[in-house]
């Protein structure tokens, strides 16, 4: 019966959930680029290229966390239920740490970071201030990361999910209060504020959990579970891939830049478009990465097998979907970015190459975390150091300067480099799924 079991509603019943809280992230994202871009236009750029080194800094670090996410929902599907909280204690202690030194290497960084890829003084100048400010946010965002992966372990993504949304409309208001005298930095001082309200309330959630003493929550006193040995094996790979994946595209709005201040002003505005939809993507490798962690720990492959394809091919089916979306609405979502005219129009005229990215670009990150949740932590890694590290910034620098594709060129690199990594990315499923992985070493609290 165990083969049989279909897991497209247990998939949807916490991808949905998830891809919302998801959205919550870039929308935070969205709404700066969109109030920054109606209010203050000009300081467009100097935003962009300050969120490029902090996007490095905070995906690197999340991935670091997702050992939370995997572990706490494995030490569930192996009856320690208890262990699930020890996971998020370590992990809220590894995120802790993980954002402090990130926000002091960008400190410490500083104007080089921008200085050192070739952007002129008079972009890299005005976008250091905002880079600084949106530092002090990375270890607040860390902090709710840590607790969003262990409720969606423990299947109650709802809780973060209400949280984020509440933080968005924080975020909104600090926008229009700052961005109209203060810029991109307002803007960047607006999501500091809202990650304060993040942080802190879904924390205070957590800890009052109706069933947290369950979950090892408030009481755990007797208590074992995955140690931080475990949760770096996880972690330390989802980071490297993470960081090479977001230090190329940060690489791409490096070339953008090289070219001129609209070229990045369209490319970040595409990227972020393309990041919304991505969250739907990230929902469903979330779920797939509860449920196969869960089948792993029960020692059931086949169950992890089934799970994970249906991930895959509803992931499939949604990014087609919106993609047909985005053509169609094409421009009125340029213009809803930006009240430059002519930056709307290209926009526009490019979304059918962002329709292009969304399947394949959505169907490597599901992949990716069943085979991480299948404990084959590092083969991952190697597939986006390949296609994201080695192909796609060279692809993007030819098309894009050496073609004089401008950000047409940036965009199909990001689709061919997408095409690779989830091809290879699916062989190696194809190829383990069904097997049975090694046990995870336990540690005691």
């Known amino acids: ?20 809280a998801r959205l919550g992230i870039i929308g935070m994202a969205l709404v700066d680029v969109i109030v920054v871009g109606q209010l203050a236009p000009d300081e467009l750029p100097h935003q962009a290229l300050g969120w490029a080194p902090t996007a490095v800094f905070l995906v690197a670090a999340i991935g670091l966390l997702q050992g939370v996410q995997v572990l706490a929902a494995r030490s569930i599907g192996e009856g320690n239920k208890q262990g699930a909280g020890v996971v998020l204690r370590r992990g809220l202690i590894l995120a802790l740490v993980a954002g402090v030194l990130s926000a002091a290497l960008m400190w410490l960084g500083g104007e080089r970071l921008f200085t050192f890829f070739g952007i002129g003084e008079t972009l890299a100048g005005p976008s250091t201030p905002v880079m600084l400010v949106l530092a002090f946010s990375i270890p607040l965002h860390l902090l709710y990361i840590a607790g969003t992966y262990f409720l969606e372990a423990i299947k109650k993504p709802g809780v973060s999910t209400v949280v984020m949304w509440l933080a968005n409309a924080v975020n909104l208001g ?35 959990l109706r069933d947290g003493v369950t979950f090892g929550v408030r009481k755990s006193k007797g208590a074992h579970g995955h140690g931080y040995g475990a949760l770096l094996a996880v972690g330390a790979a989802a980071a490297v891939s993470q960081a090479v994946e977001a230090g190329a595209f940060s690489a791409m709005t490096v070339i953008a830049g090289r070219i001129s201040a609209d070229v990045v002003a369209a490319y970040q505005i595409l990227l972020n478009l393309m990041a919304f939809v991505f969250m739907i993507a990230l929902g469903l ?78 169907t490597q990150v599901v992949t990716a975390s069943a085979l991480r949740a299948r404990s084959d932590n590092w083969f991952p890694t190697f597939s ?62």
Not at 6 to 17: D, E, H, K, N, T
């Open 1 to 20: 019966m165990a083969a049989t079991r279909s897991f497209v509603a247990p998939l949807l019943r916490i991808a949905g959930p998830v891809a919302l």
């Open 285 to 362: 490798a979330a779920a797939t990465a509860v449920l196969v962690s869960e089948a792993t720990g029960r020692q059931a492959p086949h169950d992890a097998a089934r799970a994970g394809w249906t991930g895959i091919w509803l992931n499939a089916i949604g990014m087609v979907i919106a993609a047909v979306a985005i053509f169609v609405f094409a421009h009125p979502i340029g213009r809803a970015y930006t009240a430059d005219a002519d930056l709307a129009a290209l926009i526009a005229s490019l979304m059918w190459v962002c329709a292009l990215v969304l399947t394949p670009d959505g």
């Open 174 to 208: 600090l926008n229009l209060l700052w961005v109209p005298e203060h810029g991109a930095i307002g803007s960047a001082w607006a999501t500091v504020g809202a990650r304060v309200f993040l942080a802190g309330v879904l924390l205070i959630c957590i800890y009052f």
């Open 384 to 445: 986006h150091i390949l296609a994201y590290a080695v192909v796609m910034p060279v692809l993007g620098y030819w098309l894009a300067e050496h073609e004089d594709m401008g950000v047409a060129g940036l965009l199909f690199a990001i689709f061919w480099s997408s095409v690779l990594s989830a091809a290879v990315l699916l062989l190696r499923w194809w190829a383990i799924a069904g097997k049975q992985p090694k046990a995870a070493p336990l540690a005691a609290e």
